[in-house]
């Protein structure tokens, strides 16, 4: 199924195909102090995005995994279906996105870190924000294709997850199909499918795939395929099978006789190569750029609750102000005129006289390698 591009987009893809005639660091250095960004930094305000949190990274910027995350409340029932999570969870306002799905079985206890600092703190009932580190789920959206390792023909498909997943696959009618059902608490277990998927080099399919980690401590979600061969066992062996032990050490993710099975059948987990957005999002805010190197930041209080903030780049790039209320879990990041410059300054308003914020310069360069300053702090007047 091919994708239908908008004209945006088109604009986007061409920008960068022109770009890559030339290296990346001459693409910057001719980048003239205000001229327009190709990018619109506001869409996915740095302050809100979540960039790989299980690992992964090297995304470009139309490749990945665009991806929601949902929550329950402390009063609310502990669902075992994904679909649950999604229909009744609150839903976070946060961006996140990855290069690939590929989490083998470990403790999780991180959060989901973001790209200013800090992690996802969400109100559950108890008034006080807290990280998530169970109850929730994640909502991928992606386009799958086959990477340049893959052959052409028809695959069957797979998930290893813990806890439940579901894969759903866009047929040509629009409608999302259920193509492998691994739902519910469970250890790391292998669903398994009697789908198959026909690729050719040209295909591109829309995929949605949920996941949701119920009590803590362990997560896992893996997609696998493999191209079905004459002869061939189906289904395999494994499919059903769980266990925190069973295909990874659960202390160190390394992976056990289970898993190098299933590999040593035929079995690969889809990586970075096979993943590209949806139309949907555009680009990828992940992608690694040149960063700009931010120097001489100052905040100056210009009373009645106003703050300029004067920062230099060594390239041209957008300007905007992240600040924090002490004592607070409250912070904001200024919008940005989308335009590129090496001297910048910005206007921070509508701030609170008396109290004390904590304040960063943020660039985000033609390429979007981002930049965040040291901080300052600063009582105002």
């Known amino acids: ?18 770009a890559s005639s030339c290296s990346q660091t001459e693409q910057i250095v001719q980048a003239e102090n205000g001229k327009p960004g190709i990018f619109d930094v506001n869409m996915y305000s740095l302050n809100k995005l979540v960039c790989d949190p299980f690992g992964g990274g090297g995304s470009n910027i139309d490749t990945g995994i665009k991806a929601s995350l949902y929550y329950l409340n402390d009063n609310q029932p502990r669902y075992n279906q994904v679909s649950d999570y999604i229909n009744y969870g609150q839903r976070a306002d946060q961006f996140i996105f990855f290069s690939q799905i590929n989490v083998p079985t470990r403790r999780f206890d991180t959060g989901f870190p973001l790209e200013t600092g800090g992690t996802i703190k969400v109100d559950k009932g108890s008034g006080t924000p807290e990280a998530l580190y169970e109850y929730f789920a994640i909502r991928y959206s992606t386009v799958i294709s086959l990477g340049p390792d893959d052959d052409e023909g028809e695959y069957e498909l797979a998930l290893l997850s813990d806890d439940g997943a579901v894969w759903k696959i866009r047929g040509s009618d629009g409608n999302y199909e259920v193509a492998v059902n691994n739902d519910g608490d469970h250890p790391t ?34 997609p696998m395929w493999r191209k079905v061969q004459p002869g061939q066992v189906s289904p395999d062996p494994q499919c059903g099978q769980s266990g925190n032990n069973m295909y990874f050490d659960e202390f160190t993710s390394q992976p056990k006789s289970a898993y190098n099975g299933l590999l040593a059948r035929g079995w690969k987990p889809l990586n970075a190569a096979n993943y590209s957005l949806p139309e949907s999002a555009i680009f990828n805010p992940c992608a690694e750029g040149i960063n700009p190197v931010i120097t001489n930041f100052v905040v100056e209080d210009n009373y009645d609750g106003v ?36 001297e910048h300054e910005v206007y921070v308003n509508m701030l609170k006289p008396g109290l004390t914020y904590t304040f960063q310069g943020v660039s985000i360069s033609d390429t979007y390698g981002k930049a965040i300053s040291s901080p300052v702090t600063l009582q105002l007047q």
């Open 189 to 222: 277990k292998m669903g398994c499918s009697t789908y198959r998927l026909n690729m050719t080099r040209s295909t591109q399919k829309l995929v949605q795939l949920d996941y949701y980690q119920g009590p803590r401590f362990h997560i896992s979600v893996i």
């Open 307 to 342: 703050v300029i903030a004067r920062w230099t780049t060594d390239i041209p790039a957008t300007s905007q102000v992240r600040f924090v209320e002490a004592g607070s879990s409250s912070e904001a990041l200024t919008e940005s005129d989308n335009i590129l410059r090496t």
């Open 1 to 18: 199924m091919e994708r239908m591009l908008s004209i945006k987009s088109l604009f986007l893809f061409a920008t960068l195909a022109l």
